[in-house]
């Protein structure tokens, strides 16, 4: 699976990098292996970053797919994905689009940077 997924639970944040080719099962992968983790938390604030695949390999039926299927994140949860250049931040913003009744606090970023900005700033405000 090429998925490494950092868990900072004091900081009620969750990494997930994505590295090579990556596939519609690749993602599934993840969010079963995320979901079985006994220290997931629905309200943890998300970044699911793109920055080291070089290719998602995604249908459309499987953006339509993995957009509708359940989020295991509360809807107030802060889901950020890092989709660098124009072919990942096309599929990516496809996906927020399919996803926006499920996923009300998802954004499309190209820097992990600008994620932790989003996610910093959406905690201020909270305050």
């Known amino acids: 699976m090429p998925v490494y997924i950092h868990m900072n639970t004091s900081l009620g944040l969750i990494h997930a990098e994505f590295f090579g080719e990556v596939k519609a099962?690749?993602?599934?992968?993840?969010?079963?292996?995320?979901?079985?983790n006994p220290s997931f938390q629905p309200h943890f604030s998300l970044i699911v970053d793109f920055t080291?695949?070089?290719?998602?390999?995604?249908?459309?039926?499987?953006?339509?797919?993995?957009?509708?299927d359940p989020s295991m994140f509360e809807p107030s949860a802060l889901q950020v994905i890092v989709a660098p250049g124009e072919k990942m931040r096309n599929l990516s913003l496809a996906?927020?689009?399919?996803?926006?009744?499920?996923?009300?606090?998802?954004?499309?970023?190209?820097?992990?940077?600008?994620?932790l900005l989003l996610i910093e700033g959406a905690r201020e405000a909270e305050v």
């Open 25 to 36: 099962e690749d993602i599934r992968r993840g969010r079963e292996f995320l979901g079985s």
């Open 52 to 68: 080291g695949a070089t290719s998602l390999s995604l249908s459309a039926d499987d953006l339509r797919a993995l957009a509708i």
């Open 95 to 115: 996906f927020q689009a399919g996803a926006e009744d499920l996923r009300p606090n998802l954004y499309v970023t190209d820097t992990v940077e600008k994620a």
